[in-house]
């Protein structure tokens, strides 16, 4: 397999964030409207999805400013659990509380692509005020974006959305009613990330960019159809696929569906997805996925004793998760970067 990474411009607010599982579903919807994006069409491939993957998505990450020409980006803190302090002193203990806190806000680590293993042991973490300052910005943004006023990369805000009765041509009482709905924006100018594997046998970097290229023209998402999912790809750039070296744990960039013993230890957050279907089966009479859950971006996994990794992606693909269309497969995968624990 090879690894690129795929730099994108959010044009527009997202309804679903831009999580890995999500943009192989909608990405696989492409390739079935356009059979040319993989070899064989969509429905050969997700046959074999489970034993041979074609494409594995990671989660979108921003791109910070950089004074080379490589590639860095925020990722999220590895999902380690703190140490355990114990204290018989009270003002000791108040205090670590208050230190415990802070660090809690503190979600996201820096990472420069090549520069080897995350170090667990003497990582910096920055809270969403710090990152804000590094995030990437194209110059004639800057004036855009001085309305922004949040010091935060990314936010949640609330638009006003409603159902027109076709019958009365106007809102009215439930479920026509207007209501609100929940809208990630991220600040104007930022620049986002998604490292993706492929295999070449099947497709290539310049099918799967179209197929983004489309997604982010029609929407990806969540009320794609109201202007919402809207983004723009910028660059590609392929990618060398991390060593191992001497690390000691893998650090997943998607939320994945590990494989059951092979990891000794694992930490991670629980991350549970509710799918649906979209295009013609979003109209089905069950459109509606069964729940999976998964371990979300940032876990770590340390490979159990005499288990070997030969491949730079982990987890398992899901399947038997509808009765709408029982072909329908979950990118359990993701893509990782190896980790040392120690400093």
């Known amino acids: 397999m090879k690894l690129y990474a795929i730099i994108i411009e959010p044009t527009a607010g997202f309804g679903t964030p831009l999580k890995g599982d999500t943009l192989f579903g909608q990405f696989c919807w492409e390739a079935a409207w356009d059979s040319s994006l993989v070899e064989g069409g969509i429905d050969r491939q997700l046959v074999v999805y489970h034993e041979r993957p074609f494409v594995i998505f990671s989660s979108a990450v921003p791109k910070l400013k950089s004074e080379n020409e490589k590639l860095v980006c925020a990722l999220r803190k590895p999902a380690l659990s703190p140490p355990l302090e114990t204290f018989s002193d009270s003002k000791r203990r108040m205090e670590s509380l208050k230190k415990r806190k802070e660090e809690k806000k503190r979600q996201w680590v820096i990472y420069e692509y090549g520069s080897g293993c995350i170090r667990a042991g003497n990582m910096r973490a920055l809270n969403d005020e710090e990152l804000f300052e590094r995030c990437q910005r194209a110059e004639d943004e800057i004036d855009r974006a001085s309305f922004w006023g949040p010091r935060r990369f990314h936010l949640y805000t609330t638009r006003?959305?409603?159902?027109?009765?076709?019958?009365?041509?106007?809102?009215?009482?439930?479920?026509?009613?207007?209501?609100?709905?929940?809208?990630?924006?991220y600040m104007p100018g930022l620049e986002l990330v998604i490292f993706i594997l492929l295999e070449e046998s099947v497709t290539d970097i310049e099918r799967v960019t179209k197929g983004?290229?489309?997604?982010?023209?029609?929407?990806?998402?969540?009320?794609?159809?109201?202007?919402?999912?809207?983004?723009?790809?910028?660059?590609?750039?392929?990618?060398?696929?991390?060593?191992?070296?001497?690390?000691?744990?893998?650090?997943?960039?998607?939320?994945?569906?590990?494989?059951?013993?092979?990891?000794?230890?694992?930490?991670?957050?629980?991350?549970?997805?509710?799918?649906?279907?979209?295009?013609?089966?979003?109209?089905?009479?069950?459109?509606?996925?069964?729940?999976?859950?998964?371990?979300?971006?940032?876990?770590?996994?340390?490979?159990?004793?005499?288990?070997?990794?030969?491949?730079?992606?982990?987890?398992?693909?899901?399947?038997?998760v509808s009765k709408a269309e029982p072909n329908t497969v979950v990118q359990g995968y993701a893509p990782y970067l190896p980790l040392v624990m120690g400093g």
């Open 160 to 185: 006003s959305h409603n159902t027109i009765n076709r019958l009365s041509s106007s809102t009215g009482e439930p479920p026509f009613a207007p209501y609100n709905i929940q809208v990630g924006c």
């Open 212 to 320: 983004l290229e489309r997604m982010g023209e029609f929407g990806f998402g969540k009320d794609a159809s109201t202007g919402m999912g809207r983004f723009e790809v910028k660059d590609t750039k392929e990618l060398e696929i991390p060593k191992r070296d001497n690390a000691h744990a893998f650090y997943t960039l998607a939320p994945c569906v590990p494989e059951q013993g092979r990891f000794e230890r694992y930490f991670f957050t629980p991350f549970v997805r509710f799918g649906r279907h979209g295009g013609d089966l979003a109209r089905s009479e069950n459109p509606f996925k069964n729940p999976v859950i998964m371990a979300d971006e940032g876990a770590v996994f340390i490979p159990a004793e005499g288990i070997d990794f030969d491949r730079p992606y982990i987890g398992k693909a899901v399947r038997n």
